[in-house]
């Protein structure tokens, strides 16, 4: 007589319960803070990754992309998407574009990123593009990343109205000037672009002088191997004489890779080249910012436009999507001050955050061991994380 009473209660309360966290985790902030926690350590390679335990393994193929030239893509989708679900009922995506030298579409980082994305219910795409990967960085890059949005907003499992573009390094300023072209200006969702370069010419001049300007200052600053390989192989790109460009790399890349002193100038070198290839031997050789400069200055009319065109902002004012922007401080192949310049070049409409971080590199995330100092970077981080879920899914 006295247990129904006792248990209709505690099967209520129960019931209540069950309610309330089920209205808790359903509850759209809640959610995303829930996934964003789950999604971090899977990004970072650190501490418990319950993503991985709770939500099966994505489903993976390739596809061809590419008007002007074929590349493949891999797509990660989630393990629950049924073929037929299209239009309206499409999933989320999410292009991951990677940078200049890039690494394999089967590096351990790439697939940890895009398997963690499509946990989390994204159908991700992440394209190979065979010129990046050579260290060729060229103004056909862009249409080449478009090519590849057209590719994967047309899988019958994407929402086309839901495809966004989250690029690293290089790839960040491809996707940024991707969703400045006329094509995709009004279909891109979102931009996260992590590391990018705000304006070519000014890249060229920090990684040949080894320096940043801060508040007007010159200070060092110190380009890794990638950044310096990438450098060359633009400039060496530029150059329309291919014998005059062999003996540029000739006399300078042996110094540049190095990574020590600049190549010293020499004047039997230079007398083998002309216009723009003896601008580029002066940039190489330049020992100070000013020298670069000054080079960069008597570029011609055509390499500077092709260097415009390589610029996210000589064309971000033109952005419709929302854009997110990431940038570590101690980034050794594109300095953290260019993030200043493209917030500063993007329209206030379209920039929702900018973040910098000290925890990770735009490739490769840091492997060490996170303490409380890193604190503050990991709520950084979330932050960032949270906003882009929120809008992105």
């Not at 209205?23 to 390679?45: H, Y």
């Not at 249409?143 to 989250?166: K, N, T, W």
């Not at 950084?380 to 929120?390: I, K």
């Amino acid at each position: 007589m006295i247990r129904r009473p006792v248990t209709g209660i505690f099967m209520a309360v129960a019931g209540l319960i069950a309610v309330t966290v089920l209205a808790v985790i359903t509850f759209e902030p809640v959610r995303t803070g829930v996934t964003t926690l789950a999604l971090v350590p899977e990004l970072l390679d650190q501490g418990p990754k319950v993503l991985s335990v709770v939500a099966p393994e994505p489903a993976r193929r390739q596809i061809g992309y590419g008007e002007i030239r074929r590349d493949r893509a891999d797509l990660y989708l989630p393990a629950d998407t049924p073929a037929e679900d299209a239009g309206l009922h499409g999933r989320p995506a999410v292009i991951l574009v990677l940078g200049a030298n890039q690494v394999a579409l089967e590096h351990p980082v790439v697939v940890r990123t895009a398997t963690a994305l499509a946990r989390i219910g994204f159908v991700v795409a992440v394209p190979a593009d065979a010129d990046l990967a050579a260290g060729r960085i060229r103004p056909d890059a862009v249409g080449h990343l478009i090519d590849a949005f057209e590719a994967v907003a047309g899988q019958p499992e994407v929402d086309p109205s839901r495809v966004g573009l989250a690029g690293f390094s290089v790839g960040a300023s491809v996707a940024l000037l991707a969703a400045a072209d006329p094509e995709l200006a009004g279909r891109v969702a979102w931009v996260n672009a992590f590391g990018a370069y705000a304006d070519a010419t000014t890249l060229l001049v920090d990684i040949a002088s080894r320096s940043i300007t801060i508040d007007a200052g010159v200070q060092p600053w110190q380009p890794g191997e990638l950044a310096r390989r990438a450098a060359l192989g633009l400039i060496l790109s530029a150059v329309p004489n291919r014998a005059m460009a062999e003996v540029l790399r000739a006399a300078t890349e042996p110094a540049i890779l190095d990574g020590g002193a600049p190549p010293a100038y020499d004047q039997r070198v230079a007398a083998r080249l002309d216009g723009d290839a003896t601008v580029a031997y002066r940039l190489l050789a330049a020992r100070t910012r000013a020298e670069a400069e000054a080079a960069m200055a008597d570029l011609s009319p055509s390499a500077m436009a092709t260097l415009a065109a390589l610029s996210p902002v000589t064309v971000a004012g033109a952005i419709r999507a929302p854009v997110f922007l990431m940038h570590d401080v101690g980034d050794d192949a594109i300095p953290v001050t260019h993030l200043a310049h493209l917030a500063g070049a993007i329209p206030a409409t379209s920039l929702r955050r900018t973040t910098t971080f000290e925890i990770f590199d735009p490739v490769q995330q840091d492997t060490g061991g996170i303490g409380l100092e890193q604190v503050p970077d990991l709520m950084a981080l979330f932050g960032h994380l949270s906003e882009v879920l929120t809008l992105a899914r």
